[in-house]
Structure formats: C-alpha cells, structure tokens
C-alpha cells in the first residue's frame, strides 16, 4: 500500500532513497517523506509525488549517512504534509506500513504520559512508543522491541535514533519488508524494486523478525533470539521497472504480456501433459483427493478467479466456486475439508486474500494452492502448493500482464485436474497444451488491432458511463474491461451478463450510454444476438469485439472490431487485451494519470 526504504552507507544516502521511492511510488503517492541522520535527524516532507520530496532536498540540501523515506497511500487521516511520514518523537524518526488498529487506546495512553500528537495517523503511536521506551531503558533495540509487543494489527516499520548513528531498525508483522545486502552499506525496502539500483542481494524478513541494519553488518531475531534468513538473489533487473521509450507504465506492460505469458508458460513447453510436481511436494495426492475448488481473490484477481471456476467446472468437471476474499472471511460458510483452496494475488501481499486464506484454514480448508507473481510472498509462503506466474514486475496500478498471466495458471491448473479426474484424452489434453504455446503468438496479433481501439477510444472519451455486456466465461471478461475503464479513466462503468439487460440495465439505454460487447463466435452466440437486437431498438451505441469467424457486417449503429482471429477455449485472454486498451487510450485522452489513477494503489496490504 505504501512505499519504504531505508538505508546506512559510508556516503549521502538522500539520492539512494529517492530513487527508491520513485521506484515504489506506484505503491502510493499522496505524500513522501524522508529523515536522513548525520549529526541530528532532518526530517523532509510533501504532498503530492516524490518529484516534490526531490526538489524539497535539492532546496534544502540535506544529507546524511542513515536515512529512512516513505511514499504514503492515505488510510487514517487526510493526504496533507502533517500527516505525512516520517513521524517524529524527540530522537525516534519513524516510516510505517500497515494499520495499528489498537491506536486509539496506544494514543490515549500515550497522551496521559504526556505525548502531543501532530497528525490524525495511527502510525505516530510508533514513533512515540518507541520514544518512551528508550527514555525508559536508554536501549534503541529494547525499545523496538517493545514497542512492537504493544502493537496489533499490521506493520512494516524502520525506525532512526538521533541518539544512536549506527544502525537503524526494521521489523515487520503481516506488511512486507527485506533487507538489501550491499559493500560497506546495507537497506531495508517494502520492495524489491526500489534497491535494484544498488543491489539484487536480498533477505526477506519473516513474520515477527525485527532486524538491526549497521554499515558493515546486519542482525535478525524473532522472539527474541537471533534467527538466519537465507539470502536470496533477485531475478529481476532494474530496466524491467523503467519506462524506457514508453510513455506510460500501463502501455508497456499491455504490450509485454506476449512475454509473460510466454514465461509462464515456459515450465510446460518441453512436457507433453501438465505435471502437478510443478505445484509442490504432494501435489499429485492433493489433486486426487479433492471434491471442489474455493477460489479466492480481491480486484482483478477475483475476475481471474470467476474465470477460472467456469474452466474448472466446464473441462475438469469439479465443482469451483469464485469468493470475494474480502466478503468470504465475514460470512458463514459451509467448510469442505476436501476442497482446494486457491488464492490469487498479484503481489501476494493482499491483506484480504491473506485473511481469506486464514479464515478458510480456520474452518478446516487446509488444502491450499497460491497463484502468485512473487515467489517469496506472505501468500507463497501461506499455502501447502503454489502456482507462479512469471509476469515480471507491474508498476501501473491497473493489472494487465498480472491478470492474464494469472488465467494462463489457472486453465493449466484446470487441464492438470481435468486429467487426474478422467475428464481428458491425451489427445484433448495435448490440444489445449498446444493452445497455451501459441498464445503468445496469438496475442501479438491482438495488439495488432490496436488503431481500431484507439479510434473508438475517441468516441468513448466525451462519454461519462458505459455498460459492458458478455454471457458465460465472458461476463468475468465485460466485468474486467469495466473495471479497467473506470480504473483509469474515472467513466463511470458496469457489467453485466447479457441475458440480465431485459432485467433492469435496459432502462439505462439510450444514446447516450456506449454499449460495449465480448461477442466471440461460440455456443452463446445467437443467444447474444438477441440481446445485441435489445440494445439497437433503443437507440443504443453498440461496440462489438468478436472473432475473426464472425459473419457480422457493420452497420450505422453497429462499430464492430474484429480480433484477427479464431479465439478458441483460450478467448477470455484475448478479449481483455482490446479493453485494456480501451481503457488506456480513453484514459490518455481524458487526461487523466494513467500509471497513478486518484484514491488507488498497486498492492493493497491493508484491510
């Protein structure tokens, strides 16, 4: 949700910082703050973009050896400079994800000891619970310690000592945080991306881990022994987060998902059927013994996940159902011990899903399997087997490449079960393994029809709501493509399954309301005709994306953009690519912050 980096060096660490930052904004962007520490703390802070942070320093120019920085996505209290990070407590300078959700009684406390508060955050009891153990104890350690045994909820914190140069502390407890290994200086980061520039030697802190960082040393410990975290080496590069010739993040990584799903891929393309030992140890067993499939997800992700219950059911004919994450774990459920429990997050860090997955556990689900774009994710680490997709790393917030290479899993993961239940031939299965390899391929030629959307995108921009229509598999699609509009866009958008527009949306039609649809030429197709025809009797603007099979011929009320294609069993994640798109292109011409949409941000690590 927000961004952090830290780091302690032998040299000015303010460029470092702000460079991760910029490479973490995507996480939030309301407001940046850093504290860098040479003799005493300075303490920086903006509203708006790390641009503004980075003229502040240049102005005032700060430096220091040790320094903390944040990029904040507002939770408790306004997007304002007061409540920006670092908060500061006499020496105790403090960066923090997460939310503290016993502030109020911390805050409470803490005024009766005296302690003024200067922002409406729930972060600032941090700074000050940590200032008033060290003037207890006169340990910066100690006092971190035991400021987290007081915290509950969710946190990723570093935290500077004015009265303490040579070290800063870190720790983390449901929020994401490593430890950067460099020469001579070492960083702790909420991300990978944001140490890139400076190292691709990591250690990912684990649950409960408070971890002190000096120049030429690091210390970790969990309940109060010190604990070994293995060193891992980063496979991603620094140019895989740049923008390089592009000019949004969003376009880039529309047109990178022919690689992605090409890398996702790549871990079947020398089998001749889809092996479960991919998924883990025991995943053969697992996928023998279960009777149905729960999926769980928030976003994107959930449209991933209603996707991949009509692939389940229709091909491995296995009973699915697709959860919000974030509704499942309040309402009371029917458990399924033989249920596969499937939770698909991008980032892995998901609060929801995260919580989703616990809640299912709780009630005896405990046969688990995460889709995952980060393989050292609270998520991953969650769940008896795992399923990675290789999409590399996303910097716009509105998921592209994350979303399809997350439907590339899931329909291997359907053929997988499909075999093992007796529901495919081996011919059937080599056929729909065959689709997956020349899905790259295909979907180079769907971008190829991106001057058609551009120009649609045109008519769309004056307009200020749209209603996207698609039946079966393609309604997850219609709803994606909705949401990727008003993502990014800010038109106000819906779907729906066609077969409910006589069921009030109808009355919505007129010709002011643009009418897109996923029409691919399959079983539903004169079933969609009809409510095509529903639509044109009322003067509705019809936009229609379908097959190259098709026979549809434009007409007056009729834009019709056809994919260069035959789509096949693999049509969800052909169709989504044109609405991407749409999206993009409706967006650029609206003006908006495509990258950086208002009120959203990429990795959504709080409830």
Known sequence: MCGIVAAIASRNVAPLLLEGLKRLEYRGYDSAGLALLDVNISCLRSVGRVSSLENLVREEQVEGLAGIAHTRWATHGAPTERNAHPHMSGSIAVVHNGIIENHDSLRKWLRELGY??????????????????????????????????????????????????????????????LVGLGEEEHYLASGASALLPVTRRMIDLEEGDIVEICRDSIRIENGGEQVSRPIRLSDERAEMAELGSWRHFMHKEIHEQPQAVADTIEAINHLSYATPEILGDGALDILRKIKSVRLLACGTSFHAASIGRYWLE???????????????RYRQSVADPESLVIAISQSGETADTLAALDH????????????????????????????????????????????????VVLFLLTVMIARIRGRLDPAMEASYLDALRHLPGQLHEVLGIEPEVVRMAATLTRRQHALFLGRGVHYPVAQEGALKLKEVSYIHAEAYPAGELKHGPLALIDAEMPVIVIAPNDALIDKLKSNLQEVRARGGELTVFTDLDSHRQMSPDLNLIRLPLSCGILSPILYTVPLQLLAYHTALNRGTDVDKPRNLAKSVTVE
């Open 360 to 407: 299912a556990r709780r009630q005896g689900e405990t046969l688990s399997l995460s889709v995952c774009n980060v393989a050292d994710s609270a998520l991953v680490k969650e769940s008896r087997l795992r399923f990675m997709t290789h999409a590399g790393p996303e910097i716009g917030v509105a998921s592209t490449k994350a979303f399809t290479t997350q439907l």
């Open 116 to 177: 003024h508060f200067e922002s409406d955050t729930d972060s600032e009891v941090i700074a000050h619970l940590v200032n008033y153990y060290v003037t207890q104890t006169g340990d910066f350690l100690d006092a971190v310690r035991s400021a987290c045994a007081d915290l509950k909820g969710a946190y990723a914190i570093a935290v500077l000592n004015a009265n303490d140069t040579q070290r800063i502390i870190g720790a983390r407890r449901g929020s994401p945080l």
């Open 314 to 328: 229709s091909i491995a004919g296995i009973r699915a159902s697709a959860e919000v994450a974030s509704e499942y």
